[in-house]
Antibody, heavy 121, light 111 residues
Framework: QVQLQESGPGLVKPSGTLSLSCAVSGGSISSNNWWSWVRQPPGKGLEWIGQISHSGGTSYNPSLKSRVSISKDMSKSQFSLKLNSVTAADTAVYYC??????????????WGQGTLVTVSS | QSVLTQPPSVSGAPGQRVTISCIGSSSNIGARYDVHWYQQLPGTAPKLLIYGNNNRPSGVPDRFSGSKSGTSASLAITGLQAEDEADYFCQSYDSSLSGPLFGGGTKLTVL
């Protein structure tokens, strides 16, 4: 089974850019998979951020679309998240996940352990 | 605004059966999109528990089952065990969001 590991700064200043990477092991990032980011504010529920397909196509949560970008680097076997103009409301545990897709269904079948990002000066 | 509504908390004694509901709308569950469930143990990442309404990934005990009807879905846990104490989230696809949507989560307490 594919293993995922998030990495990146744990502290970002307000109005700055949050940048995280997700290292993929035990499988190929060029395989026929979709790769996603999900976040969870402390003590709250889960929120889908966006995803990137095996061919590089992306889709984002409309509430974040103007600030978010997801890309992948096949040479490093990783995919990345950038979120601009962050505020305290973006403080959360950020998870990367693989996406299971079929007709009528989309779900997250494998998750990284998550990384806490705090937005504070 | 697209929402999947779950009860904030449920509880049960060891050995009992509990159910967790997930109420959606015509843009998600009612639009025939499948429902999936995740278990999040304290301090850990979510784990896929049920996919495609009622399918269990390898390794998930058959004490866990899912169902869907109309605009709602349910997760049932039988033979409740102390290790089942966790947060549970439902998830579906939403056509208004054009993406996946999560319920607010339900905290299960084993008495």
């Amino acid at each position: 089974q594919v293993q995922l590991q998030e990495s990146g700064p744990g502290l970002v200043k307000p109005s700055g850019t949050l940048s995280l990477s997700c290292a993929v092991s035990g499988g190929s990032i060029s395989s026929n998979n979709w790769w996603s980011w999900v976040r969870q504010p402390p003590g709250k529920g889960l929120e889908w951020i966006g995803q990137i397909s095996h061919s590089g196509g992306t889709s984002y949560n409309p509430s974040l679309k103007s600030r978010v970008s997801i890309s992948k680097d096949m040479s490093k076997s990783q995919f990345s998240l950038k979120l601009n103009s962050v505020t305290a409301a973006d403080t959360a545990v950020y998870y990367c996940a693989t996406v299971g897709i079929a007709v009528g269904r989309l779900y997250f079948d494998n998750w990284g352990q998550g990384t806490l990002v705090t937005v504070s000066s | 605004q697209s929402v999947l509504t779950q009860p904030p908390s449920v509880s049960g004694a060891p050995g009992q059966r509990v159910t967790i509901s997930c109420i959606g709308s015509s843009s998600n569950i009612g639009a025939r999109y499948d429902v999936h469930w995740y278990q999040q143990l304290p301090g850990t990442a979510p784990k896929l528990l049920i996919y495609g309404n009622n399918n269990r990934p390898s390794g998930v005990p058959d004490r866990f089952s899912g169902s869907k009807s109309g605009t709602s879905a349910s997760l049932a846990i039988t033979g409740l065990q102390a290790e089942d104490e966790a947060d549970y989230f439902c998830q579906s696809y939403d056509s208004s969001l054009s993406g996946p949507l999560f319920g607010g989560g339900t905290k299960l307490t084993v008495l």
